[in-house]
């Protein structure tokens, strides 16, 4: 069975500090995909990165990076220089290979940035 | 707007009555997603399509739930006999079968509230 972890229910941080978000998995499958999503108050989920277990170089797009190691099952988030727009419920996912739109989500993180 | 569309937004209903929910998704996604998602957790599979043949159905999904998508098109998800149980946000999804980047998108819900 799969499952997603997040034990951080929520953090605060001040706009221009860094926050990481961790996610720990668990799958018996060698094959699958890890994804972040972003859900403003707006409620519409924004798909920020798929990641395929082959593939554990870490990512950064702009003020994003993510951190994927194999060895601890961790696929971790990081916000650099974070602003108020940073603000939401940020959801990460597993999913199979073969059947990659069905995702097992995590619980979320709330992240809230004060100016 | 040429986004994922769900309709309505929010439906207020009595324990006992049916209830219909809408998806359009981007037109030329062929692959068709409903998640559930209650307070305070991360979104739930339910079921999905590819063109018009519903492929997976979570066991989450009672017989009092159906899902079409006659045309391949929009699809509908009825609950029958509702229950206070069953509100919830109804999450609607849509992808490209290839799907290269691995995006899922997502329409901003219909809200489901059984008294």
């Known amino acids: 069975a799969q499952k997603v972890t997040q034990a951080q229910t929520e953090i605060s941080v001040v706009e221009k500090e860094d926050v990481t978000l961790d996610c720990v998995y668990e799958?018996?499958?060698?094959?699958?995909?890890l994804f972040w999503y972003k859900q403003p108050p707006s409620g519409e989920l924004v798909f920020l990165i798929r990641?395929?277990?082959?593939?554990?170089q870490n990512e950064i797009s702009g003020r994003y990076s993510w951190n994927f190691q194999k060895s601890t099952s961790s696929f971790n988030f990081t916000i650099t220089a974070s602003q108020v727009v940073d603000s939401a419920v940020y959801f990460c996912?597993?999913?199979?290979?073969?059947?990659?739109?069905?995702?097992?989500f995590g619980a979320g993180t709330q992240v809230v940035v004060t100016p | 707007d040429t986004g994922v569309s769900q309709n309505p937004r929010h439906k207020i209903t009595k324990r006992g009555q049916n209830v219909t929910f809408r998806c359009d998704p981007i037109?030329?996604?062929?692959?068709l997603y409903w998640y559930r998602q209650t307070l305070g957790q991360g979104p739930e599979f339910l079921t999905y399509?590819?063109?018009?043949?519903?492929?997976?159905k979570s066991r989450l999904l009672s017989d009092r739930f159906s899902a079409e998508r006659p045309k391949g098109s929009f699809s509908t998800l009825e609950i029958q006999r509702t229950e206070q149980g069953d509100s919830a946000m109804y999450l609607c999804?849509?992808?490209?079968?290839?799907?290269?980047?691995?995006?899922?998108?997502f329409g901003e819900g219909s809200r489901l509230t059984v008294l």
């Open positions: 999804a849509s992808s490209l079968e290839g799907g290269a980047t691995g995006e899922l998108f």
């Open positions: 799958t018996r499958d060698t094959t699958y995909y």
């Open positions: 990641r395929n277990s082959f593939d554990e």
């Open positions: 996912a597993l999913s199979e290979a073969d059947s990659w739109g069905k995702l097992q």
């Open positions: 037109s030329e996604h062929n692959r």
């Open positions: 399509f590819q063109n018009e043949a519903q492929l997976e």
